[in-house]
């Protein structure tokens, strides 16, 4: 056999392999629940936790059963919050509470928050660290309080570099996850932070005062996570210290927790501007996205009725001139289309904190007059189209026309919309497809109708 036909077999073998979420779906079907468990337990954790993802609530439940509690806690800290609170609902308060002792002290009062108050005492009485967890429980999931991590290390600014090494030689902080450690004064309240690397490379008698940064970035309890995001991405921060107004550190938010609720509000974001709602993903049993889409749809089906109430009143002119229908849903459309870019871009813009009240006018103006350079280059096309198909200069100058003034007030209410939602303290995301939708399709019909009464009639 020649070495060329030998690689081909070898891959054709390892293609052959099944993954190892069909070797556990398989595994499961043949009720061998220990040999699913042992290749879940092989994985990493990150890779486990995309493995449970994939799974059934019911197979989730038995893999994790099946799995020390040391890797099972560290597996929680790598599922998406949803999927590990109805993880924690499914299993008893004792196994439940052996897992969370194990899992990052964010993440288990995440959990705990979405058990009933019932199930929430009966684990908390049954883990043996639930000193960990019960400081961030009054915290809301969405605040700097929610996501922080309770434990840090502290550093005396009076200690020299080899007192603060001494010390964090004998820090029970084992699996303290940052690099950057805090300094506080005689009052326990936080001066500065101090680099490790610059610590270790110090002269032992140099004083953690001298080697300090003085210029901290810090929040409250209170903030909400999209502003500790933004936060963090201003100043290129690898962790934030949480404090209370007396600048006592009460935790630290971490890079790698940012990471996750960037994701979460951008897909939470997407979600409500698309008019799913959180609950719309795509394993949602059947139940909970029909509850969230079906409404929306209902109003949707209501302004198709009020853009079709404007085609009505011009029913005596489509009459007249039937031409005109055939153009109506291509301006409609394109001014749909516009609008929703400039819908994103703008909710984005104020999700970021990029667009405040005193630019609104500024960026209405841009939007407004992006609508009429597009409308002209859109319109001109469209209108030559129909003098070409038609002969008819008079119908292009309508088609043409009525593009410019609906991408006009496509990027107008693009803008204004969430800047308005935004304005009364409400999610720029929810419902502004809906409302913006209705109004290019208004706008479209009547603006083409409108001319095709005054031009071609």
């Given at each position: 056999m020649t070495s060329e036909g030998s690689t081909q077999e070898q891959e054709i073998e390892a293609l052959a392999v099944p993954s190892p979420l069909e070797q556990v779906k398989d595994l499961l079907e043949e009720e061998q629940g220990e040999e699913a468990a042992r290749i879940v337990g092989g994985l990493r954790e990150a890779d486990a936790a995309a493995l449970l993802a994939a799974l059934g609530k019911s197979a989730r439940v038995e893999i994790v059963r099946r799995t020390p509690a040391v890797f099972a806690g560290q597996v929680l800290n790598h599922l998406d919050r949803d999927d590990a609170v109805t993880l924690g609902r499914d299993m008893g308060a004792q196994e439940l509470a052996a897992i969370l002792d194990h899992a990052s002290p964010?993440?288990?009062a995440d959990v705990i928050h979405g058990l009933s108050k019932e199930a929430a005492y009966g684990v908390i009485a049954a883990m043996a660290h639930a000193e960990r967890v019960t400081p961030l429980l009054s915290y809301?999931?969405?605040t700097a309080g929610g996501l922080m991590v309770p434990e840090t290390v502290s550093l005396r600014e009076w200690m020299t570099a080899d007192e603060?090494?001494?010390a964090l030689r004998e820090s029970r902080q084992a699996e303290y996850r940052s690099r950057l450690l805090f300094v506080l004064d005689r009052g326990r309240l936080l001066v500065g932070i101090v680099d490790l690397w610059r610590l270790v490379q110090a002269p032992p008698r140099a004083v953690v005062r001298d080697l300090m940064d003085a210029d901290v970035v810090t929040v409250r309890a209170e903030t909400d996570q999209e502003e500790c995001a933004r936060v963090m991405a201003r100043y290129n921060l690898l962790q934030l210290p949480v404090v209370d107004a007396q600048r006592r550190v009460l935790g630290v938010i971490l890079a790698e927790d940012i990471i996750d609720v960037v994701q979460e509000?951008?897909?939470?974001?997407i979600l409500r501007l698309l008019?799913?709602?959180p609950m719309g993903r795509l394993l949602s049993p059947l139940r909970r996205p029909m509850l969230v889409r079906v409404p929306w749809l209902?109003?949707?089906?209501g302004t198709v009725f009020l853009a079709a109430s404007v085609i009505n009143i011009f029913e005596s002119t489509i009459a007249k001139a039937a031409v005109i229908a055939v153009f109506l849903p291509m301006v409609a459309s394109q001014g749909g289309v516009a609008g929703m870019q400039t819908l994103a871009l703008v909710t984005r813009g104020i999700t970021l904190g990029e667009v405040r009240r005193k630019e609104a006018r500024r960026v209405l103006l841009k939007e407004a007059g992006m609508g009429a350079v597009n409308g002209a280059?859109?319109?001109?096309l469209a209108g030559g189209a129909a003098l070409l198909w038609k002969d008819d200069w008079k119908l292009g100058l309508v088609v043409g026309v009525a593009m410019i003034l609906n991408l006009i007030t496509a990027g107008i209410f693009g803008a204004l919309i969430p800047i308005?939602?935004?304005a009364a303290r409400l999610d720029p995301a929810l419902g502004s497809a809906v409302v913006l939708t209705t109004v290019t399709d208004i706008a479209g019909f009547g603006i083409v109708l409108l001319l095709a009464s005054l031009y071609l009639v």
């Open positions: 964010d993440v288990s809301g999931d969405d603060a090494l001494a509000e951008a897909t939470e974001d008019r799913i709602g209902a109003i949707n089906l280059v859109t319109g001109a308005m939602l935004r």
